[in-house]
């Protein structure tokens, strides 16, 4: 219970702490270590593009590709 009776002292305090850390933290040059490093992008002129066409399978069509799924399976052959 001791805290909560100085609960402002210890709010102050820690806005002070964080108000003189800012301050001395910009007061710090920032450091010039390496030049900036100039990006080379290459481009094609022409991107290779795949174009899928599908159709959905029917309910009949999904039943019969798991029902050969499975019989695979089972005779330990995989897919």
Do not use: C, W, Y
Request: hydrophobic share 50%.
């Amino acid at each position: 219970m001791n805290v909560l009776k100085h609960m402002e002292a210890a709010f102050l305090f820690s806005l002070s702490v964080a108000g003189a850390a800012s301050v001395a933290i910009d007061a710090i040059p920032p450091a010039q270590a390496s030049v900036p490093v100039q990006a080379e992008v290459s481009v094609q002129p022409s991107m290779p593009v795949v174009h899928v066409t599908a159709k959905r399978m029917s309910a009949d069509e999904k039943r019969q590709a798991l029902q050969a799924e499975r019989a695979a399976m089972r005779n330990g052959s995989g897919v």
